[in-house]
């Protein structure tokens, strides 16, 4: 299986899947790292009702998604910190994947087939150019 193919200008043209799929693991493995982060910090309150690092994974998982359902939730400054940041990282990486899934179905038009288009417009030109400027030197 091929993650990518190069085309005649010698660009990485990626599978959607593989971006999307790259995606996805990469808002779990910072999830994944910060679940600890998050656990960690709530540890040292007593009143902090985020015990378990299921329970931070899954607070994490509810900041990525912006859902929040409040049934676990930070009481530490670092708690916030991490699940305000997990915040941000998760809504551009979850905005991409999604992104990335709207335009394969709905099929928005492909960047990469537009750039190679454009690539080929302006080699014809300044082919153009140069034999204009081989004309002028005769």
């Known amino acids: 299986m091929h993650l990518h193919h190069v085309d005649e200008y010698g660009v990485k043209n990626y599978k959607t899947r593989y971006l999307a799929l790259m995606g996805v693991a990469v808002v779990y493995l910072i999830i994944a790292v910060g679940a600890a982060l998050l656990q960690h910090f709530e540890g040292q309150n007593p009143d902090s009702n985020i015990g378990t690092y299921g329970q931070a ?3 994490l998982i509810m900041a990525s998604s912006t859902i929040g359902f409040g049934d676990f ?7 916030y910190v991490i699940v305000t940041i997990m915040f941000y990282i998760g809504v ?13 179905i709905m099929g928005f038009s492909d ?12 080699a014809k030109i ?9 004309d002028i030197k005769k």
Do not use: C, H
């Open 92 to 104: 551009g990486m979850m905005g991409y994947i999604g992104a990335l899934i709207a335009s394969k």
């Open 111 to 122: 960047t990469n087939v537009k750039n190679r288009e454009l690539r080929r417009q302006n």
């Open 73 to 79: 939730y930070p009481t530490t400054f670092g708690g």
């Open 57 to 59: 994974f899954w607070v």
């Open 126 to 134: 300044l082919e153009e150019i140069r034999a204009i400027r081989e």
